[in-house]
């Protein structure tokens, strides 16, 4: 399984980039998928998940601002980010993760960088 992560870049404030998600197969119809971000000297934290039902949950930082998806035929999943703060800068890294029978799977992108500065 492989996550190629993309779509990172320098935006100014309110400004809005979309992260991508590419994956080797059909790993979001199969596992949970999520986004997370590190900033510097900070410990990662869970950003926004869609199920493999299709549910989604979000960061209380993020709600009403990033919206998370997924393209299954394109084996890709997608954050929407809009109306982004400075405090939105990090490492954005994207993750699949769950139980297939008895078996755990986690998976992880290389990370893709966000920078919201003026």
């Known amino acids: 399984v492989q996550l190629q992560a993309s779509g990172g870049g320098l935006v100014q404030p309110g400004g809005s980039l979309r992260l991508s998600c590419a994956a080797s197969?059909?790993?979001?119809?199969?596992?949970?998928g999520s986004w997370y971000r590190q900033a510097p000297g900070k410990q990662r934290e869970l950003v926004a998940t869609?199920?493999?039902?299709?549910?989604?949950n979000y960061a209380d930082s993020v709600k009403g601002r990033f919206t998370i998806s997924r393209d299954n035929a394109k084996n890709t999943m997608y954050l929407q980010m809009n109306s982004l703060r400075p405090e939105d800068t990090a490492v954005y890294y994207c993750?699949?993760?769950?139980?297939?029978?008895?078996?755990?799977?986690?998976?992880w992108g290389q990370g893709t960088q966000v920078t919201v500065s003026s």
């Open positions: 869609i199920t493999r039902g299709g549910s989604t």
């Open positions: 197969g059909n790993i979001f119809g199969i596992y949970d």
């Open positions: 993750n699949a993760a769950g139980w297939v029978g008895l078996s755990r799977g986690n998976y």
